[in-house]
């Protein structure tokens, strides 16, 4: 089976990253290099293909397919390029978006498109909701949200990365569909070293970090977002007023 051609990415081609951390200022990767991760993935992907289309071919079979919540999705993804790196230990668009379908007919209507935001923290509430499931015994916090239709969602989603892979500085991250707010922190403290914050709608691909681009007039209000970052970093439970915001 043929896989789609590998295709470079602004952010592939961009070789101009000093308005970002420092860690990528002189990451460099070939296209060449891309184009063999890019092409290798997609052909191990297609036995995920397979399995899917037996999973779903055996619900079929038992008369079970309508009756179930079919999730697909994945960890992060693995970079083609971008920032010159392969590794997804970044808070940028293509080490943090997933793949997220969900099938359950009478549910959720088919073809149709959730902006809501959700992370992998999600998944338990939703699976309790949909089961009409109460844990006897619940020994923590569940941070996440069932994504149920109808059911209350979040302004953006916190995304962290805190421990020291390959040389990558520890980051905390504030996203949605118009904007990603991102600090970088020092190897032993919470001490902010670096900022980025992106305009998503103009700056898909994260090329301009808005904070560092000499135009305070473009500049978010940096202390709300700082506190709103923290507060989602330290909080715990679902929504409000008891959870986290």
Known sequence: MPIPPYVPTPAALDADRDDQVEYIHHTRQSEETSRSNHDGQLRTLLAVDEMVDAVF??????????????????DNGYSWGERGVTSKGLPYRESVRVPFLVRWPGIFPAGAVDPRPVGGVDLLPTFLDASATVPPVLGYPLDGRSFLPGRQGRDSILLEFAADHRSIPPWASLRNGAWQYIEYYGA??????????????????????????????????????????????????????????
């Open 57 to 74: 071919r055996r619900l079929a079979a038992t008369g079970e397919l309508d009756n179930t919540l079919a999730v697909f999705t994945s």
């Open 188 to 245: 032993d403290s919470d001490a902010v070293q670096f900022r980025e914050y992106y305009d998503l709608g103009a700056d898909p691909w994260q090329l301009t970090n808005l904070l560092a681009d000499a135009d305070p007039a473009n500049d978010p209000d940096v202390a709300a977002l700082s506190a709103d970052l923290d507060t989602a970093r330290h909080c715990a439970g679902g929504a409000p007023p008891q959870g986290c915001p």
